[in-house]
T-cell receptor, first 114, second 112 residues
């Protein structure tokens, strides 16, 4: 138990569906992150939120839309995805985005796009 | 971010020490060395980090070369639970926003 909870753990969706991934942290952190882990590829940073403001967007396609309504919750809204978007999506949180801030990861949401 | 180089995989016997190497020849003076690991079916977890001096914690030790161009993560007694992918990552302390950027890591197998 890392203090970062992701739901759902598994999701199967069609290319025309709209779904959302949810992340909640109970650690009092003020920074949250979305990473993508595809098979046989390194983890890719997607988005960074600090104090509920997006501070980094790593050229992610617009079919992925993040939302951070408060410092404890982070969403990833999914719309018109492609099969190559199938991956493990990991959420993380930290106290600040400075270099020594330890990141705490959730267990991930495994997404399959048919 | 400066790049790190790690072996793709390593193998260890249970109960024996494991030395996981990391090369970072282009490290800058403001880069911290971080190690994370990812157990099967889990998200990554923090292991240890350091700047210049060797560091110890309950999970592992970090030995940093004097010129800082390489470092070694040391697991003193490997257990089956230590089988994971280990990531060596540099984070620049010179700028405010330094998110963690992962490479391919080293896949450690532990043999009973």
């Amino acid at each position: 138990e890392t203090g970062v909870t992701q739901t759902p753990r598994h999701l199967v969706m069609g290319m025309t569906n709209k779904k959302s991934l949810k992340c909640e942290q109970h650690l009092g952190h003020n920074a949250m992150y979305w990473y993508k882990q595809s098979a046989k590829k390194p983890l890719e940073l997607m988005f960074v939120y600090s104090l509920e403001e997006r501070v980094e967007n790593n050229s992610v396609p617009s079919r992925f839309s993040p939302e951070c309504p408060n410092s404890s919750h982070l969403f990833l809204h999914l719309h018109t995805l492609q099969p190559e978007d199938s991956a493990l999506y990991l959420c993380a949180s930290s106290q600040g985005v400075q270099n020594t801030g330890e990141l705490f990861f959730g267990e991930g949401s495994r997404l399959t796009v048919l | 971010d400066a790049k790190t180089t790690q072996p793709n995989s390593m193998e260890s016997n249970e109960e024996e020490p494991v030395h996981l190497p990391c090369n970072h020849s282009t490290i800058s003076g403001t880069d911290y060395i971080h190690w994370y690991r990812q157990l099967p079916s889990q998200g990554p977890e923090y292991v240890i980090h350091g700047l210049t001096s060797n560091v110890n914690n309950r999970m592992a030790s970090l030995a940093i070369a004097e010129d800082r161009k390489s470092s070694t993560l040391i697991l003193h007694r490997a257990t089956l639970r230590d089988a994971a992918v280990y990531y060596c990552i540099l984070r620049d302390s010179g700028s405010g926003n330094t998110p963690l950027v992962f490479g391919k890591g080293t896949r450690l197998s532990v043999i009973a």
